[in-house]
């Protein structure tokens, strides 16, 4: 499944967009639901077009260069919705780099790890204070249930680590 047509093309459901629009709304309001970067998301928008899911149309305003106004079409609409329905009903496989560490940490005195994972979990909080403060989304469900989500995978992470750091505490004692 690819998510970045699913993204590309949900963004394009609501209006036809330039790309510096779609990745300026990606880059402002989307930073915890995806990585794409400019250059990716440019060259998927070039495939999306290329097999026929989005309309592109060369727009000229005075001095400025020209650029490339994305549309999406009956087909992409289609293509979306599928995509969509395997995005919701398929579950994630989630690989945690983290856990490479927490593999090794045997490796390293306890006081240490403990050390590491306090600065973990700061980083962790940090990032949940910016998702606690992203506003309610007023015209779309979706936008709120995803930063619900990310949320409460925010949490769980705080409190597994909580947890691990106390069973370490507990083990040097």
């Known amino acids: 499944m690819d998510h970045r047509s699913l993204l590309l093309l949900g963004l394009l459901m609501n209006q036809s967009q330039h790309g510096y629009q779609i990745h300026d ?51 992409g609409v289609a293509y979306f919705k599928e995509l969509l329905a395997f995005n919701l009903s398929t579950a994630d496989t989630v690989f945690y780099k983290g856990d490479i560490g927490l593999l090794f940490l045997h490796h390293l005195p306890k006081q240490d790890v403990i050390r590491y994972l306090q600065q973990r979990r700061d980083k962790v909080k940090e990032e949940k204070h910016k998702v606690d403060q992203t506003p309610i989304h007023s015209k779309s469900t979706g936008v709120n249930i995803a930063m619900l989500h990310q949320q409460t995978m925010l949490q769980a992470e705080l409190s597994f680590l909580e947890r691990t750091m106390n069973q370490l505490k507990n083990e040097v004692e």
């Open 25 to 75: 709304f990606i880059e402002t309001n989307l930073p915890f639901v995806t990585d794409i970067k400019k250059a990716t998301a440019y060259a998927h928008l070039d495939k999306l077009s290329k097999d026929k899911y989005i309309d592109v149309k060369v727009e000229y305003d005075g001095n400025r260069p020209p650029r490339k106004v994305y549309s999406i079409n009956e087909k």
